[in-house]
């Protein structure tokens, strides 16, 4: 249970008082109605006393009396309705509730915080780990609960109003104060009426009501003195008399109004009576002007609640006298009839009396009262109960105890001995189920058990529990021999309180008398008042002694008896029942929290029904703290969903609001027809909310979801349709998924060109141009957006109701600064939507409608028209459903609510923000230890002054080529803004791929359609006699853009005056490349532009263009590059080389090619040219079917010295052999263009190997090396024919070979590389050996150039000579640049077994060994000569040279070994 202000110990002698009855004449309730107060109340303050009082027991031993209070009150003849007291007890809860404003203090049981007490205690629940400590300290806190005062004042009220009954007689009157004033005519005779009229009360049998407790009542004379007003003589010589009549004990003067009325606001008097008439209000009406004399109750007032099993007589209201007015209680049926006291929502002020009471409450207590007559009253009362009740209650308990010692002897022996005559033996005890009922069993007043009780009570209300218990005991036994259940029960609920009440604890507190009183009450009485007495004293003992389980079970025992509790009392009583037993499971040992919020929401439910909606309100906010966050929704759900129908209820509507957006925002498991009614409830209640304050700001609202981090934001005008053959770039849209990789693309290709447009440098200031922001782009700065261009706001909504949601008029929330054009800022800071669209156009959303559990996307565009800065702060549109949506059976809408099958749909306006958290900072020491974020600052746009707007369209533009393809397509660039445009570039990472055409070439480009069948290189038509001989042209490689330091991914678009004036476009050539690879290629192009007009924010703009270009398998080129050994060349010098190129058809017919001709083949070097064509074959029509491979061979030579002295560096030469009659123009647009780019592409990716090599290579050895280097490229150029839709269509291509290493084959197209094998592993270190700088064998054996000329057959006479002698002329050719010497040994070499078969057994006549020197790229004869001795076949090429560089040391000597025999065939004649 809750914490309670009392104490047990305290709280149940406070319960049980003794009674006494005060009768006044009328002189002396006028003298205390001057104080506005009755005489009952004018005692109320000061009737505890304040001392000790002793007193002797039955056996003369001394007893001590503590904390004694009495209770007086005006007696009542008639008692009160029961629902008088339904209602007093209804509006003692109502009246009390929790003080506003207090912090609440919480309570932690396990992860549970609990805001209920009124100190900080922490709770653990036995499922958690660590409890044990703070559940110590939560044990031994004073305080470690909430406190319940609507609680304590019910039971106080409920046991003050207990029925005054005749099977105990705790509540009768002891005494009787007789009051007259001093201010009558005659007060003896007075005082003689006032004590004719108690007898006749007490002893007629007209009067069932009250009751009194012996018929020897004490009466007690009180003299009433007004000092401002009476006779002070007088007054004491009447107190003379009535100390000669009744005894100085018996009676008392007592002096009061020590000033007048008048006086009252001089001196302010404390009022110690405004705290009981407050607290009790409706108990202490009193109808001033029905006259002076009203006998009104108190506090302890006995009141008949209902009638006790018959017990009580009938109620006889004839002859009361006027006195004796029916019960302030009484209600008048005709204004509140009990059927609305019934009615669970019946919450009314107790009576129009109270409402006066209310309506006026600057009354003041005591007014006439000085601190003397406080005094004079605290000695009164202390007189009184020293001198005259203490004393009347000794002697009746001796009395009492006489009689019983008396009568005990004889009837009761009498009774046990014919008991055991009759039954033999003792009778066994039956259960209580067993019993009939003979509730309705009546004592004579004098019957010894009577007596018994009589005396046990006695003690009792003295504070004698010892002797009570005893006589309890005694009597409880008689009456369960006699089978008098009621006075049973009623001895053992009294006999188990004595037990616990007894000093040091004599005996343990028996539980089970108290159970069995509860279940006699119950079962066999039927009388739930007295069952709920008990309940309520036994709980308080069990909690006093932390038995919380077993008070808890006795609490909800009682609380579940619906059919026996009818009507708004029990529901009352319920609740208050088990909102107890709620605090006592949190109370206990191990906490039991569900349990307590569990019996909270019971308790809340019943206070609902009771009409106390402030207290069920309260249970549901405390139990929801339990239940919040835990998973259980439908939980949360309903108590929301209460929570929200009792702050409507009570008109909290922002609490209202509040519990219905919790339902909606909350992870729903409710069905479909339960979240309609949801969400019409809370629009409902909102539009009650929104109408209060219709001018204030818009309110939050919980649906739809908004996800705030994906929000996307997109600067500039959506992407232009495809238009027929017209193709818009594809730019940045916010249809495209976010890339990382992408992003860096674009980011490095920008920085490219912005480099190369400030020489080199990227500007410390330069940040990558973002048009679409989301999550993942950098949002640290604010973004600039060009003036009347739209930003575009996506926005991620997600409903997660089950019933669609339609919002209407939807629209961005914005705030704007405007700027003027030198950038200050306006002094007016303009906000609102609607205010000024001139300054910024808002796109409204007329609906839009997102379905159940649906996520969806809304675009909001704004249109500034302004410079400054914009904030975007988030969403406003009317939030409601679609009409049709159905009620749920067993929810009513709330009033006024439209349900039903077609319902009209209700929408609120409102508002969402867009509250974007930036990302998680981690880059200093205190941001890694703490938790910060950085902005995010994607909604808060600077406009900035108009820019050019470029758009691109691309015509004929192709999605599908062959590998090495040419195609010529066009672009058109277009100026949509009001600005010039400037400086226009495009960055490509693969500027192979297309090219705008050469500086120099003088091309008129024609419209697109015109030039639909003409072929994409420039032709020139040959004759014949030109076939398989070169056309030599050449190019310099600075004018197709590939320059010495130049960036070929950054091209210049040749725009006509290098301007694009506002609203001009212009179209220009563009020819396109299949790229070698086959297979999907995304190609990204960057176009970059800027505007005539230098601005300081934005220098530059960029517009963004993705082809996707699917190439399929064409031609393979394969070449390699051998020396010549043939000495014929123009100059007389070996510079000769042969070329031999291999074409296969590797197309696999996907793409309906019929076959490939190949129509020329050029080289482009700057030393070397192809020559002529050196085929066998002289069919110059070279086809390749599908999967046929083509073998051509071509002689190439040095250029002539004048042609490379003339050239510079980066000029090239073109040769061209053509196989048809037509040329195409190697060293002009396309073709040369595509032959840089990917020579340039070549050399790049050549360059990180390069860079790998060690620089420290020797001079000699760098010489050696480039002895087998050649620079030639090879062109194939090729035409494919392909039948598509029955027309045959010319497709037109070209393939690079590039030609780096003698005797090394290159292929046009990359191949694929194998991975390589496995190693076994090895588990030591190599050894670290040194790289040699030596060159290579292949490097060596290029140095010199070796080449035999003999005749090739030879007819000998061998029978006329026997030796044949042959000339041979051995010719060495230094390839070199440096001077090389030379030694030719012609010894046979025998080592090799092979080598003796070949060359058989001729011999080198002359000198064996030569020793030359060579200059550079000089070639030397020798005359050497053979001998044979008989016919055959010898092979000639045994001579061994050896080869090494004049100034270097004989290590790099090696042998030089021909590639190729050389045959001589010697025949006998």
Wanted: charged share 20%; net charge negative.
């Amino acid at each position: 249970m809750a914490q309670c202000v009392q104490s047990v110990q305290e709280l149940i002698p406070d319960s049980f008082v003794p009674c006494v009855a005060a009768l006044c004449s009328d002189d002396a309730e006028r003298l205390t109605r001057l104080n506005h107060l009755s005489f009952a109340e004018l005692l109320k303050p000061f009737t505890r006393l304040t001392s000790e009082v002793h007193m002797r027991d039955p056996n003369n031993q001394l007893h001590i009396i503590k904390n004694l209070k009495i209770a007086v009150s005006n007696i009542i003849t008639q008692p009160p309705q029961p629902g008088a007291i339904r209602k007093l007890l209804s509006d003692v809860v109502s009246g009390s509730q929790p003080a506003d404003g207090l912090v609440a203090n919480v309570i932690t049981a396990g992860d549970y915080d609990l805001n209920i007490s009124d100190r900080s205690i922490k709770a653990s629940v036995p499922w958690y780990s660590n409890w044990k400590d703070t559940l110590m300290e939560m044990k031994e806190s004073s305080l470690n609960t909430a406190t319940t005062p609507w609680f304590e004042s019910y039971r106080e009220t409920f046991l003050q109003s207990m029925p005054a009954s005749d099977h105990e007689f705790l509540n009768h009157y002891l005494a009787c104060m007789l009051v007259a004033s001093s201010s009558e005519a005659e007060p003896m005779e007075q005082f003689g009426k006032l004590s004719q009229e108690q007898h006749r009360i007490q002893h007629n049998n007209d009067y069932s009501y009250p009751k009194w407790f012996i018929p020897n009542t004490l009466k007690y004379y009180v003299l009433l003195h007004d000092v401002s007003a009476g006779d002070e003589q007088r007054a004491e010589s009447i107190y003379e008399e009535m100390k000669q009549k009744y005894g100085t004990q018996g009676c008392y003067l007592l002096k009061i109004n020590s000033r007048t009325s008048n006086q009252a606001s001089d001196e302010q008097i404390p009022d110690p009576w405004s705290q009981y008439l407050q607290k009790n209000s409706i108990q202490n009406q009193e109808s001033y002007e029905d006259g002076p004399c009203t006998i009104s109750s108190n506090k302890n007032s006995d009141s008949n609640l209902l009638s006790l099993d018959g017990l009580d007589n009938e109620i006889k209201v004839d002859g009361l006298p006027n006195n004796f007015r029916a019960h302030p209680l009484q209600l008048d049926s005709s204004s509140d009839p009990s059927n609305n006291i019934d009615g669970p929502d019946h919450v009314k002020p107790a009576s129009s009396l109270h409402e006066a009471k209310k309506a006026n409450p600057g009354i003041i207590h005591g007014a006439c009262l000085t601190l003397t007559d406080h005094d004079r009253i605290r000695q009164f009362v202390q007189e009184f109960t020293f001198r005259g009740l203490l004393p009347h209650i000794e002697k009746t308990i001796r009395q009492l105890n006489d009689q019983l010692i008396s009568r005990k002897g004889l009837s009761r022996s009498l009774f046990s001995a014919t008991k055991k005559w009759f039954s033999g033996s003792k009778v066994p005890e039956k259960s209580i189920n067993e019993l009939k009922n003979t509730s309705g069993l009546l004592y004579p007043p004098e019957a010894p058990e009577l007596q018994i009780r009589k005396m046990a009570d006695l003690c009792f209300l003295v504070q004698h529990y010892d002797l009570a218990y005893s006589c309890y005991h005694t009597a409880k036994k008689d009456f369960l021999n006699d089978q008098a259940m009621l006075y049973a029960a009623g001895a053992l609920e009294m006999a188990a309180v004595s037990a616990f009440l007894q000093q040091g604890a004599a005996r343990p507190y028996p539980a089970h008398y108290m159970d069995t009183a509860i279940q006699t009450y119950r079962d066999i009485c039927k009388n739930m008042i007295l069952a709920e007495r008990c309940v309520l004293l036994s709980a308080e003992i069990l909690k006093s002694q932390s038995k919380y389980s077993e008070a808890a079970a006795l609490l909800i025992r009682l609380t579940s008896e619906q059919n026996t509790w009818k009507g708004m009392d029990s529901d009352l009583r319920s609740a208050l029942l088990l909102e107890q037993a709620a605090h006592c499971f949190i109370n206990m040992k191990s906490p039991m929290v569900r349990k307590y919020a569990f019996h909270m929401i019971l308790a809340g439910h019943r206070f609902s029904k009771a009409g106390q909606k402030k207290h069920a309100l309260r249970c549901y906010c405390q139990a929801m703290q339990v239940y919040k966050g835990k998973g259980w929704s439908l939980a949360e759900d309903h108590i929301n969903f209460t929570i929200g129908r009792q702050s409507y209820t009570l008109r909290q509507l922002d609490n209202a609001v509040s519990a219905f957006r919790h339902i909606l925002i909350n992870e729903s498991k409710q069905s479909a027809a339960q979240q309609g009614s949801f969400l019409r409830e809370y629009l409902y209640v909102y539009k009650n909310v929104s109408q209060l304050s219709p001018d204030g700001p818009l309110p939050q609202l919980p649906l739809p979801y908004i996800n705030s981090s994906a929000t996307r934001v997109f600067f500039g005008h959506d992407r232009r349709p495809a238009d027929g053959e017209k193709q818009a770039a594809t730019h940045v849209s916010l249809d495209q998924e976010y890339d990382n990789e992408s992003s860096q693309q674009w980011r490095e290709l920008e920085e490219q060109v912005v480099a190369l447009v400030n020489k080199g440098v990227i500007p410390p200031n330069f940040h990558p141009t973002q048009y679409c922001l989301n999550s993942f782009s950098d949002n640290s700065r604010f973004p600039l957006a060009v003036v009347e261009e739209p930003i575009t706001v996506e926005v991620a909504f997600r409903n997660p109701l089950k019933v669609p949601l339609l919002l209407t008029n939807l629209s961005l929330l914005w705030k704007f600064q405007p700027k003027d054009c030198s950038g200050k800022n306006d002094e007016e800071v303009k906000e609102l939507v609607t205010s000024e669209p001139e300054m910024i156009g808002t796109e409204v959303i007329s609906e839009f409608l997102i379905n159940s559990e649906e996520s969806k996307v809304a675009r909001l565009k704004l249109f500034p028209h302004h410079i400054g800065e914009l904030h975007i702060l988030g969403v406003v549109y009317n939030l409601g459903t679609i009409q049709g949506s159905t009620t749920v059976d067993g929810i009513g809408a709330l009033p006024g609510c439209h349900t039903g099958k077609q319902s009209l749909s209700m929408s609120v306006r409102g508002r969402q923000d867009l509250e974007i958290q930036g990302p998680r900072l981690n880059s200093t020491k205190e941001e890694k230890t703490s938790i910060t974020y950085g902005p995010d600052r994607r909604l808060d746009p600077i406009i900035v002054e108009e820019m050019p707007l470029l758009e691109v369209f691309f015509i004929h533009f192709p999605t599908g080529l062959l590998c090495g393809e040419i195609r010529k397509a066009y672009v058109e660039f277009v100026n949509v803004s009001k600005c010039p445009l400037t400086g226009l570039k495009v960055v490509c990472k693969r500027p192979e791929f297309f090219t705008f055409g050469g500086n120099t070439t003088a091309l008129t480009p024609l419209s697109p359609s015109a030039s639909e069948n003409c072929s994409a290189y420039k032709t020139v038509v040959t004759e014949s006699t030109s076939v398989c001989t070169a056309l030599t042209s050449s190019a310099s490689s600075v004018d197709f853009g590939i320059g010495i330091g130049s960036q070929p991914e950054v091209i210049p678009v040749p725009l006509p005056d290098t301007v694009l004036l506002p609203g001009a476009s212009v179209q220009l050539p563009l020819w396109l490349r299949g790229p070698d690879e086959e297979g999907v290629h995304e190609i990204n192009f960057l176009f970059y532009y800027e505007s005539v007009k230098k601005l300081p924010k934005i220098r530059h703009r960029i517009l963004r263009h993705t082809a996707v270009i699917c190439t399929s398998r064409s031609l393979n080129a394969r070449a390699t590059v051998c020396r010549s050994n043939s000495l014929e060349d123009e100059e007389g010098r070996g510079g000769n080389m042969l070329v031999f190129v291999d074409v296969e058809n590797i197309n696999t017919s996907e793409a309906g090619v019929k076959e490939f001709h190949i129509v020329q083949v050029s080289s482009s070097s700057k030393h070397w040219k192809l020559q002529k064509s050196v085929n066998l074959s002289e069919n110059k029509d070279a086809k390749l079917g599908s999967r046929e491979k083509g073998k051509f061979c071509f002689k190439a030579i040095r250029c002539k010295e004048k042609e490379v002295a003339t050239q510079s560096s980066e000029e090239y030469t073109f040769a061209d052999i053509i196989f048809g009659n037509e040329q195409i123009i190697s060293s002009a647009s396309p073709c040369a263009d595509f032959f840089y780019r990917s020579l340039s592409s070549e050399l790049k990716k050549a360059q990180p190997s390069a860079h790998t090599e060690k620089q420290s290579v020797e001079d000699a050895v760098r010489l050696i090396q480039k002895c087998s280097e050649v620079d030639l490229n090879v062109v194939v150029l090729w035409k494919a024919y392909v039948v598509e839709d029955s027309k045959q269509l010319i497709l037109e291509g070209q393939h690079h070979v590039i030609l780096h290493t003698v005797g090394k084959e290159a292929y046009s197209s990359p191949q694929k590389q194998e991975p390589p094998e496995m190693e076994p592993l090895k588990f030591f270190r190599p050894e670290n050996t040194a790289v040699s700088s030596r060159p290579s064998v292949e490097q060596l054996s290029s140095l010199i150039k070796t080449s035999l000329h003999y005749p090739e057959s030879l007819n000998h006479p061998f029978h006329q000579k026997s030796l044949c002698l042959v000339p041979v002329t051995l010719l060495l050719s230094n390839c070199s640049k440096a001077d090389v010497d030379v030694i030719v040994d012609l010894r046979h070499k025998t080592t090799s077994p092979e080598s003796l078969e070949i060359h058989g057994s001729f011999t080198w006549l002359g000198q064996t060994q030569y020793k030359l020197q060579l200059k550079s790229e000089e070639i030397h004869s020798l005359q050497l000569k053979a001998c044979f001795v008989h016919t055959g076949v010898y092979n000639l090429g045994t001579p061994r040279v050896f080869a090494k560089l004049s100034d270097q040391v004989t290590v790099f000597e090696t042998s030089q070994q021909n590639s190729m025999p050389a045959l001589i065939i010697i025949n006998n004649v």
